[in-house]
């Protein structure tokens, strides 16, 4: 049977004590508070008694470890897939803040509507909804958890929703380790419909998304 609900879970609080974008760079794991913040996501899907069959993850370590307290909850085996991984970017490994002022790098700031920095908008969404088609289809009944990253959310969002996907980064609506859920009735652009948006966890240092 396929699914009944889809979570989209952001992972929780990176250690990035040198506050750089991490993008795809391996290394940059949970810190202790964003351990607690997975467990909180966790408990939080739990306390809403729909069983979840399928437990789905993107293969950094930040995601994987964020699936961890799913997979113990709910005794499921996470699924690797490339398809919710975080966006390449071209700043990776660089403060943003100090990297926008550098003249050298103004060339991949002139066209924030693809973007010019890193993956295109329209890749990222094509992924992430085939992921999302892909593990409900795969799901014995129940409900599915996808562990993500903030820009593959935000843009699943925007596509289901059938809004522009050119958005500024500083205006996402996903924070660390929340729970966008999706139904798939089959209608709208993607087949799927927003039914809930939580935050579970408490607010933590939300640096280095892409």
Not at 47 to 66: F, G, I, K, M, N
Not at 80 to 104: H, T, Y
Not at 150 to 165: D, K, M, N
Not at 173 to 192: I, M, N, Q, W, Y
Request: glycine share 8%; hydrophobic share 45%; with cysteine.
């Amino acid at each position: 049977m396929p699914a009944e609900r889809l979570h989209l879970v952001r992972h929780g609080e990176v250690h990035n004590p040198q506050h750089v974008l991490y993008e795809r760079i391996p290394g940059y794991g949970l810190s202790e508070a964003g351990r607690g913040m997975a467990h909180a996501a966790a408990e939080h899907i739990s306390t809403l008694e729909r069983p979840v069959t399928r437990l789905v993850c993107s293969p950094l370590q930040r995601a994987q470890e964020s699936a961890e307290p799913f997979a113990e909850i709910f005794d499921l085996t996470p699924v690797i897939d490339e398809g919710v991984i975080e966006p390449w970017n071209a700043f990776a490994g660089k403060r943003m803040k100090k990297a926008v002022l550098n003249p050298l790098n103004w060339r991949l700031l002139v066209n924030p509507s693809k973007p010019s920095w890193g993956e295109p908008f329209a890749s990222i969404s094509q992924r992430v909804v085939t992921a999302m088609h892909a593990a409900w289809d795969a799901a014995d009944g129940g409900d599915v958890v996808i562990v993500s990253h903030q820009a593959p959310i935000w843009i699943a969002h925007l596509a289901v929703a059938g809004e522009t996907l050119a958005h500024s980064p500083t205006k996402r609506r996903c924070a660390l380790s929340s729970v966008t859920s999706f139904e798939r009735p089959g209608t709208g652009p993607t087949g799927f419909a927003e039914v809930a948006y939580a935050e579970p966890a408490a607010a933590g240092i939300d640096l280095g998304a892409v």
